[in-house]
């Protein structure tokens, strides 16, 4: 004779067992409750990691390349002044200064490798956007002194 209900499902799922049978029944090396001392099964206080939280999925390398092009933008040229002012005369650092636009090769040369291609492309845009919103917010600044100055 045959029950005619619900498929059967893994017993490690039943919600009518307790904690420390339903830990130890899935096989996955769980200790029981009693040996925790809390009651509580070790996997479910730390829950899965979020199933989009992958180096390999597209949102992960756009979002890291877009803000490491606002990073790069912002940092790198300022550790770069910050250490031509610390070994050379202010002069020679005004004049080398410019050279920090060779930064811009790196998110180039980025583009070159398929696995980096899309990383590279977001890390421009990110650096191009932050550039344009700094300028664009002198630009403005600069207008708005001239025109209460004058």
Do not use: C, N
Not at 45 to 66: M, V
Not at 73 to 81: F, K, L
């Amino acid at each position: 004779m045959t029950e005619s209900g619900p498929p059967a499902t893994d017993p490690a799922a039943d919600p009518a067992r307790p904690r420390a049978t339903r830990a130890t029944a899935s096989g996955e090396g769980a200790v029981e409750a009693s040996q925790h001392g809390t009651g509580a099964d070790p996997e479910e206080e730390q829950g899965p990691p979020p199933s989009w939280w992958h180096s390999s999925h597209p949102t992960f390398a756009g979002l890291i390349g877009f803000f490491t092009g606002v990073a790069f933008v912002i940092v790198v040229p300022g550790i770069y002044a910050a250490l031509l002012s610390l070994v050379f005369s202010d002069a020679t650092a005004q004049r080398l200064f410019p050279l920090v636009a060779l930064i811009i090769v790196v998110p180039l040369v980025l583009l070159i490798p398929r696995k980096t291609r899309r990383f590279a492309q977001f890390m421009l845009l990110g650096t191009v956007a932050t550039a344009l919103v700094i300028g664009l917010t002198a630009a403005l600044v600069l207008w708005v002194l001239v025109q209460l100055g004058g």
